[in-house]
C-alpha cells in the first residue's frame, strides 16, 4: 500500500502479531470491536498530518488535513442467523444458510411504487453485539442489533437510538408499522429440507391421496389360476413436486421408476410419473398415508403442502385447495385449522368439485407459504409485485436481549431484503478507496485507516517558522465527523493546533458528531476565521437513505445547522449533489432551499452530481437497479466525463438563482459579476465538489 508518507520503521509501535509491516508501512495495530461489526480499524503514526494539494488543482485552498481514510457513515446492520430470508424463488432459507451469489427477494422504486424484484447476495458479515427482540402486532418477530434498519410506513428506521444529540438518527416505535407481509404462522414452520418424518409422511398423504393412482387388478390367465397385480402411480406436470414425492418414497424405503406419461398438446403441458408394481412397495405407501387420528403440527404442515402441490391453486391473491373426497377435504380444513388460518368451503360444482378457501387476504397467502412449503415455486414467487402491507405489522414491543449474541449480515445488490416478512436494509459499500490500493468497493466501508497521532504530528508542523498559516480546509476527502470519530477523538486536538498557530480553517460534514466541537470552534473563531459548512441534498428520507446508508437525515442536518448558529458562529450549507430527474424540481429545490434558510443558514451553494471515478461505478450500478429509465438520461448528461454537461449545469443555475434569492440564500456579488465569497466560504464550495463520491 502507498503509505509511504506514514510509513515508521517495524520496530515501533505494538503491532498485532502475525502481521508484516513490511506490507503495511506505518500500521501499529489492526483493530476490530463489536461497535463497529465487519470493519477493521488501521491504526497508523502518521510521520505528516498537512497534505498539499496539486498544483494542478483548480480549488481555492492549498492545505488539508486527513484524519482517516475510508468512510463508515453505513452501519453494518445485523440479524439472528436463524432469520428467515425470502429466496428468489419464493421459498424462506435461514440467514445463516445463505452464500453469496443465492437469488433473494429485495425490492425496488419502480416510479412511486416499491416493488419486490430478485437481487443476489454480494456479501456476507458476522459480528457479535447487543441485540434487541422486534415483536409485531400479527406475531411476526425478528431479533436485529440496534443499528439494523427496517422500512416502515414513514421511511427507514434504526431499531434503537437517541432521538437528540450527535447520534441523532430515526428509530422505531410504537406509532411505526412496518412494510412486507409479515411472518405470523411462519413461527414454528417445517422446512422441507430438514429429517422430520412427520412432515413427510403428511406430504405423501396429501399428495398421494390427492393425485395419485392405485391399481388392484386380478388377471386369469387360465382356468383355475390368476394374477394380482398392484399398481402406484403419480403423474405430474410439476417436476419438483414429483422429485419430492420420489425422494419422500425413497426415504421411506419404497423405490420407484420415473419415465414420460403424456406429451405436451397445445392446451396441457407434458407429465411425466413415478412408477412401482411390488406388492409390499405398494402396500409401504398404504400405511404412509393412512390418516393419524391426532396428527402433529408437522404432518398437518406437510399435508397441507403435498395437498396444495396436488390440488391446490393460487389466482388473485386467493389459495384453494380443490377434491371431492369428504375425508380428505375434511383432513385440509384440520390442518388449516391446526395452524389457526380461517377458512371457507365452497361448492361443489356441477361434478361433485368442493373447494377449501384460506380467508385473510395476501398477508396470510404469503404466511401459508412460508409455513408449509409446496415445492412447486411458480406459485410462490412475489417478485413483480408491489410491496403491500395489509397484515397488521405495528410495532408493540422492543426488547433488550442483554448480553451480545452472533449476528449477522447480508449486502445485496437491491440494499436490502425480505426477512421475517418484512423488508431490512442492508449495508453497501460505497466510494474510493483506490488511493490506497484497496477496493474500489465494500473496502472503503469495512477498511479505515486512522491517524490516531495526527494532532501531535499537527501541532508540530503548524509550529514551525516556516508555515504561512494558509487556510486548511477539513473534510477534502472524507467526512471528519463519520462514526469512527466519536471513539478517536481526533478532531479537538486538529481544531486547537490549528486555531492555536492562527491558521483558518474550514470543516465541511454531513455528520451530526459536530455537535460536540461546537463550543471549541466558537471559541477558535475569536482567534482564526473559522467556516462551518453542512451538505444537505435530499429531503426525501427513502431516496436519502439509499444513497447515503447511515448518515443523517435532513431534518438532523438541519438541526444542526441551528445548533451552529445558536452559538453564534455562520453556516453554509451546501446542496450537493443534485441529481438530474430525481431532486432537480423546482419544488424538491423549494422546499430544501426554504428549509435551509428557516433553519438559520446564510448561504447556500448549489452543485450538481459530480461523477469522479469509483463515485461514478457505484452510483450508475444504483441507478441500473433502482431507476433504469433514468439511465440513458444520465449517459447524455455525463457524456463528457465525471461532469455534467454545460448545458444542463446552465440550466441548473438558472432554476436555482431565483430561488437562493426568494430564501435569502444567494451570495453577494461584485461590481464585475464575480462572487464576493466570505472568509473560509471560497474552500468549503471547493470542499463539496471533493467529498461528493463520499456521500455514495
Known amino acids: 500500500m502507498r503509505w509511504d508518507g506514514q510509513k515508521i520503521d517495524a520496530g515501533e509501535g505494538d503491532a498485532l502479531p502475525g502481521l508484516d509491516l513490511r506490507t503495511l508501512p506505518g500500521l501499529v495495530r489492526s483493530v476490530r470491536t463489536p461497535d463497529f461489526a465487519g470493519v477493521t480499524f488501521h491504526e497508523v503514526l502518521s510521520r505528516t498530518a498537512l497534505n498539499r494539494v496539486p498544483d494542478a488543482s483548480a480549488v481555492p485552498f492549498r492545505w488539508t488535513v486527513n484524519p482517516m481514510r475510508g468512510c463508515l457513515h453505513a452501519c453494518t446492520y445485523c440479524l439472528d442467523p436463524s432469520t428467515s430470508i425470502l429466496m428468489a424463488d419464493g421459498r424462506q432459507r435461514a440467514l445463516a444458510d445463505l452464500r453469496v451469489g443465492d437469488q433473494i427477494v429485495g425490492t425496488r422504486l419502480v416510479g412511486r411504487s416499491r416493488r419486490y424484484v430478485a437481487t443476489e447476495v454480494l456479501g456476507r458479515i458476522e459480528s457479535v453485539k447487543p441485540a434487541y427482540r422486534v415483536r409485531l402486532a400479527d406475531g411476526t418477530e425478528i431479533i436485529a442489533s440496534g443499528e439494523h434498519r427496517f422500512l416502515t410506513e414513514r421511511g427507514w428506521k434504526h431499531v434503537t437510538g437517541p432521538l437528540h444529540g450527535a447520534l441523532q438518527r430515526p428509530y422505531l416505535t410504537g406509532n411505526d408499522s412496518l412494510m412486507g407481509f409479515g411472518r405470523g404462522i411462519v413461527d414454528g414452520a417445517w422446512d422441507p429440507r430438514e429429517s422430520h418424518d412427520d412432515y413427510r409422511r403428511g406430504y405423501l398423504a396429501g399428495m398421494i391421496r390427492g393425485d395419485g393412482t392405485m391399481l388392484r387388478r386380478t388377471y386369469r390367465r387360465r382356468p383355475g389360476a390368476a394374477d394380482d397385480v398392484t399398481t402406484f402411480r403419480l403423474a405430474l406436470a410439476d417436476v419438483e413436486a414429483l422429485d419430492r414425492s420420489r425422494d419422500y418414497l425413497e426415504h421411506f424405503g419404497v423405490a420407484t421408476h420415473r419415465r414420460p406419461f403424456t406429451a405436451a398438446t397445445p392446451t396441457r403441458r407434458a407429465l411425466d410419473a413415478i412408477f412401482t408394481s411390488r406388492a409390499a412397495n405398494v402396500e409401504r405407501i398404504l400405511d404412509l398415508i393412512e390418516l393419524p387420528d391426532d396428527p402433529p403440527c408437522a404432518w398437518h404442515a406437510g399435508f397441507l403442502s403435498g395437498a396444495f402441490d396436488a390440488e391446490g391453486g393460487c389466482s388473485g391473491g386467493v389459495v384453494r385447495i380443490s377434491n371431492e373426497d369428504e375425508t380428505y377435504l375434511a383432513a385440509v380444513e384440520a390442518a388449516f385449522a391446526s395452524l389457526d388460518v380461517e377458512t371457507v368451503r365452497e361448492g361443489p360444482d356441477p361434478i361433485g368439485v368442493q373447494q377449501v378457501r384460506l380467508r385473510g387476504g395476501r398477508p396470510v397467502v404469503r404466511q401459508f407459504f412460508a409455513a408449509v412449503q409446496p415445492a412447486i415455486t411458480r406459485t410462490l414467487q412475489v417478485v413483480g409485485r408491489a410491496v403491500e402491507s395489509t397484515a397488521d405489522l405495528r410495532v408493540v414491543e422492543i426488547e433488550p436481549l442483554g448480553a451480545p449474541v452472533p449476528l449477522l449480515d447480508i449486502t445485496t445488490g437491491t440494499g436490502d431484503f425480505v426477512a421475517n416478512g418484512v423488508i431490512a ?15 474500489a468497493g465494500k473496502d472503503f466501508d469495512t477498511q479505515i485507516v486512522v491517524k490516531t497521532n495526527v494532532a501531535e504530528v499537527l501541532r508540530a508542523e503548524v509550529a514551525r517558522r516556516s508555515w504561512a498559516r494558509e487556510h486548511v480546509a477539513l473534510g477534502t476527502n472524507t467526512d471528519p465527523y463519520q462514526r469512527p470519530e466519536g471513539r478517536y477523538t481526533l478532531m479537538p486536538g486538529i481544531i486547537e493546533a490549528l486555531a492555536g498557530s492562527g491558521t483558518p480553517l474550514s470543516v465541511l460534514t454531513k455528520g451530526t458528531l459536530l455537535r460536540r466541537d461546537l463550543p471549541l470552534l466558537a471559541a477558535a473563531s475569536h482567534d482564526v476565521p473559522v467556516s462551518l459548512a453542512v451538505s444537505i441534498a435530499v429531503l426525501d428520507d427513502d431516496l436519502q437513505q439509499q444513497l447515503e446508508p447511515g448518515t443523517p437525515n435532513a431534518r438532523a442536518r438541519l438541526s444542526l445547522v441551528r445548533a451552529i448558529r445558536d452559538v453564534g458562529l455562520p453556516v453554509h450549507v451546501m446542496v450537493a449533489p443534485v441529481l438530474p ?116
Request: charged share 20%; aromatic share 10%.
Open 581 to 696: 430527474w430525481l431532486t432537480d424540481s423546482t419544488d424538491h429545490l423549494d422546499g430544501l432551499l426554504g428549509a435551509i434558510a428557516d433553519a438559520g443558514a446564510q448561504r447556500a451553494t448549489v452543485m450538481a452530481l459530480h461523477l469522479r471515478p469509483g463515485a461514478r461505478e457505484w452510483f450508475l450500478a444504483w441507478l441500473g437497479r433502482e431507476r433504469p429509465d433514468l439511465v440513458a438520461g444520465y449517459g447524455r448528461v455525463y457524456r463528457g466525463g465525471s461532469y455534467a454537461h454545460a448545458d444542463y449545469r446552465g440550466w441548473l443555475e438558472a432554476r436555482v438563482r431565483p430561488l437562493l434569492a426568494k430564501h435569502g440564500l444567494a451570495r453577494a456579488s461584485t461590481d464585475d459579476g464575480g462572487v464576493r465569497w466570505g472568509p473560509g466560504e471560497a474552500a468549503t464550495h471547493a470542499v463539496a465538489a471533493q467529498l461528493q463520491p463520499s456521500l455514495f
Open 425 to 439: 436494509h442492508n449495508c453497501f459499500a460505497r466510494g474510493t478507496h483506490r488511493y490506497l490500493d484497496l477496493d
